[in-house]
């Protein structure tokens, strides 16, 4: 089953690298935007293998904190960093 | 016009130059802060990794004094209890510890009977002997056996001619290659060393008789292999009921089978080996001696990977033709000295709340202390009230290999902590072990994990 949550980050991963390059060349992008979005990614990457690891060796409440102390700040990084592109796009149009 | 024309290029031309050298710093820059960062990121995994490995020592790890002496084995808990005639020579030791008869109490083992709370039903009861059986029926003398069953002094099987290794790492490794293959998870090659022998050795079980090493050991010792084998995650979990002496005793009956094969092994290229488990020496200090792991504030030996969750059994061998493992440490003393959880979940309080000292700190009365170490820096807990507490539950406890924050299954999350509890300083320890109080690991006393195990027949 970790394999499998392994094959499928590393798709996740292809697609999260491939959306950063499109959006790069479609918006110009500043360094806090490239943290932002890099960080939470990773951040929500990391929340999901942690916690199928956690529910697959039998302790879910380690995936549910795992969600929660990774998940949650990679969700809030992610949002945040797009909504600032979006404004700023917006306001150049 | 022309003039003009020709100015106009000559400026574009000079800013454009002037462009092209302002961009590539920019670039080199870039790309040189990237590859700084990279190589810092890489320097950085290597350190952590060789630091996971733990760092070698010449010498014992641990300090040690004058005043350390090899233990009698008449002082050890379990000798002691198991043995009618020592309980008859020191009534001083009962009445000094609240009356507990050691002998008495040990003869009441698992006959308490059958409960309806979870981890005490007759269910749980035939995992515990189910467990131990498979020691029992190798050593016919018990967990604590001497010169008994594959761990028999006798040398049988022994072949008359030696194999002669090409080099000592050879050895070594066809040593660690059949130790795996019977089931060590696992193993390191030491020297010999009287300091954690018992000496005299004692058999409670064969007439209550002292063994000497000169006169009873059928040849000189001049190495021990140490080896370990994996107690199952969720069995220990379930801490300190029944069910969790399941995978005691199946890592008892693991550890003799590896060892008396190994012995056979020895044996067949043509050297003198004895199989010993609780018997002959010291299990935590040979397996700190050969690089397996470090003394925890519980008292086992915290090896990675498995934390405390793993059972010790050794070799004594005449072979010597090896390259030694060295001791190392992997960062558990300063771990240990912050994160006290085995402590707290210890239920009989028998588990320091004290930083490693010479000698023990809970009493200071000769008559007392009798079974303790002296002169060695480590975590002293007092054996006698865990051994009470065996007694009353009727059964081991495990409740400190349960709670430990090193007991983790093999995920990589858990690597991942440890190659962060390797490099942290002792705040971020504290830190951690409130982290893993926050996240559910560790929990004892849980008639939710015995309902847990019950399941885990799903898992094959």
Not at chain 2, 18 to 39: E, H, M, Y
Not at chain 2, 149 to 178: C, D, H, N, P, T
Not at chain 2, 203 to 212: M, N
Request: proline share 5%.
């Amino acid at each position: 089953m970790m394999d499998l949550t392994w094959y499928l980050l590393g798709a996740l991963s292809c697609a999260i690298v491939y959306g950063l390059y499109e959006l790069s060349q479609k918006q110009r992008l500043n360094w806090l935007d490239w943290t932002g979005l890099i960080l939470g990614a990773v951040l929500i990457l990391f929340a999901i293998a942690w916690s199928v690891g956690a529910v697959l060796e039998g302790v879910p409440r380690a995936g549910s904190m795992g969600m929660l102390l990774f998940g949650l700040p990679g969700i809030v990084l992610t949002t945040l960093s797009l909504r600032f592109i979006l404004a700023r796009k917006e306001k150049v149009s | 016009m022309i003039e003009e024309k020709e100015n106009k290029n000559t400026s574009e031309k000079t800013n454009e130059t002037s462009d092209v050298p302002d961009g590539s710093k920019r670039t080199f820059l870039k790309f040189g802060l990237a590859g700084a960062g990279a190589a810092a990121a890489t320097a950085t995994g290597v350190t952590i990794l060789k630091r996971m490995e733990g760092i070698p020592h010449d010498d014992f790890p641990l300090h040690m004094d004058d005043t350390y002496k090899p233990i009698d084995q008449r002082n050890v808990i379990l000798t002691f209890a198991h043995s009618k005639k020592l309980n008859e020579k020191h009534p001083e030791r009962i009445e000094k510890f609240n009356n507990f008869h050691f002998y008495e109490r040990y003869k009441q083992f698992l006959r308490q009977p059958y409960r309806t709370d979870p981890g005490y039903t007759q269910l749980d009861r035939a995992l515990q002997v189910g467990g131990f059986s498979g020691v029992f029926e190798q050593v016919p003398d018990g967990i604590d056996g001497t010169d008994s069953g594959v761990f028999s002094w006798k040398q049988e099987m022994l072949a008359k001619e030696k194999y002669r290794f090409s080099s000592k790492e050879e050895a070594v490794l066809a040593i660690k290659s059949a130790a795996r293959l019977f089931g060590a998870v696992r193993c390191g090659i030491t020297k010999h060393d009287r300091r954690w022998d018992y000496d005299p050795m004692y058999d409670p079980v064969k007439g209550d008789k002292e063994l000497s090493w000169e006169k009873d050991f059928p040849f000189v010792p001049k190495t021990v292999i140490v080896f370990m084998v994996e107690m199952d995650y969720h069995t220990v979990g379930t801490a300190p009921a029944w069910t969790a002496d399941g995978t005691v005793g199946n890592g008892y009956s693991d550890a003799a089978k590896l060892s008396g094969q190994m012995a056979i092994f020895l044996r067949q290229l043509g050297f003198k080996a004895v199989a010993s488990m609780n018997d002959l020496g010291v299990n935590a200090a040979y397996a700190v001696a050969s690089g397996l792991g470090e003394g925890g504030r519980n008292g086992s030996v915290i090896t990675p990977h498995y934390g405390p969750r793993v059972r010790i059994s050794k070799v004594y061998t005449e072979f010597d033709f090896v390259e030694y493992d060295k001791a190392r440490t992997f960062g558990v003393a300063s771990f240990c000295k912050n994160c006290k959880r085995c402590a707290d979940s210890c239920p009989s309080k028998a588990i320091s709340f004290e930083d490693a000292t010479m000698g023990p700190t809970y009493s200071d009365d000769p008559e007392y202390t009798w079974n303790a170490a002296q002169g060695i820096l480590k975590f002293h807990n007092d054996a006698k009230k865990c051994y009470q507490f065996w007694c009353d539950n009727d059964s081991g406890c495990s409740n400190c290999i349960a709670a430990c924050p090193y007991n983790k299954p093999d995920f990589w999350h858990h690597r991942l902590v440890d190659a962060q509890n390797v490099m942290a300083p002792g705040p971020m320890h504290s830190f951690m072990r409130e982290m893993d109080i926050l996240f559910g690991y560790g929990k004892v006393s849980d008639p939710e994990k015995v309902k847990n195990f019950w399941q885990t027949g799903n898992l094959i």
